[in-house]
């Protein structure tokens, strides 16, 4: 079901940005749900964001206001900007494509925020 390549993950202070980037091959972005997961040590992979084929895109509650979802079906590339990062946002960050139970999944990036 294609393949998926994040990007971005850094080490940041807490208030600070970054932005993580998917780049999908094999599928067209704007045709499946898109989302972006997060899996911190010691814990369950949880959803961030996804974006839906219609555009819409839906956020977890913890990240509402601060991040947000998009896509450049140009680049067949899905973005994650993350702004006023907290230390509770470090994770590993997936990329996904076809939801969580039969999708699939990149390699991950790292996220680490330093308070």
């Known amino acids: 079901q294609g393949q998926l390549v994040e990007s971005g993950g850094d080490l940041v202070q807490a208030g600070g940005s970054l932005r993580l980037s998917c780049v999908a091959s094999?599928?067209?972005?704007?045709?499946?749900?898109m989302g972006w997961y997060r899996q911190a040590p010691g814990k369950e992979r949880e959803l961030v964001a996804n974006?839906?084929?219609?555009?819409?895109?839906n956020y977890a509650d913890s990240v509402k206001g601060r991040f947000t979802i998009s896509r450049d079906s140009a680049k067949n590339t899905v973005y994650l900007e993350m702004n006023s990062l907290k230390p509770e946002d470090t994770a590993v960050y997936y990329c996904?494509?076809?939801?969580?139970?039969?999708?699939?999944w990149g390699q991950g990036t790292q996220v680490t925020v330093s308070s």
């Open positions: 974006i839906v084929r219609s555009g819409i895109t």
């Open positions: 996904n494509v076809g939801g969580s139970r039969y999708g699939s």
């Open positions: 094999g599928i067209i972005i704007s045709l499946n749900v």
